[in-house]
């Protein structure tokens, strides 16, 4: 069983700064698996889900163009985290945020979800 459980998100102002967590737990955690990245993905109401950020398992990063310059995806792999720093809050930015993972092992390829957790930027 994989677990991926999102944290932080909330209620902020235009201009302000939110950090979500996402922690994966599981049998990822075997040292059988292998993480290729883990990303954040958002969706607004009516709007098809997209990526706002990946850290591939070389640590580079690709971001949204949206938001680049605002957005900071960063790990921690001693504790199986991911972090999405955001920067200058825009009320566009209003969505569920998910965390995604894809690991390897034996061969096979795994992709998990998290839950989403809901952030709002009011203007």
């Known amino acids: 069983q994989v677990q991926l459980v999102e944290s932080g998100g909330g209620l902020v102002q235009a201009g302000g700064s939110l950090r979500l967590s996402c922690v994966a737990s599981?049998?990822?955690?075997?040292?059988?698996?292998?993480?290729?990245?883990m990303g954040w993905y958002r969706q607004a109401p009516g709007v098809q889900r997209e990526l706002v950020a990946v850290?591939?398992?070389?640590?580079?990063?690709n971001y949204e163009d949206s938001v680049k310059g605002r957005f900071t995806i960063s790990r921690d792999n001693a504790k199986n985290t991911v972090y999405l720093q955001m920067n200058s809050l825009k009320p566009e930015d209003t969505a569920v945020y998910y965390c995604?993972?894809?690991?390897?092992?034996?061969?096979?390829?795994?992709?998990?979800w998290g839950q989403g957790t809901q952030v709002t930027v009011s203007s």
């Open positions: 599981g049998m990822i955690s075997s040292s059988l698996f292998s993480m290729k990245a």
């Open positions: 995604n993972g894809d690991w390897e092992a034996g061969g096979y390829d795994y992709t998990y």
């Open positions: 850290i591939i398992s070389d640590g580079s990063t």
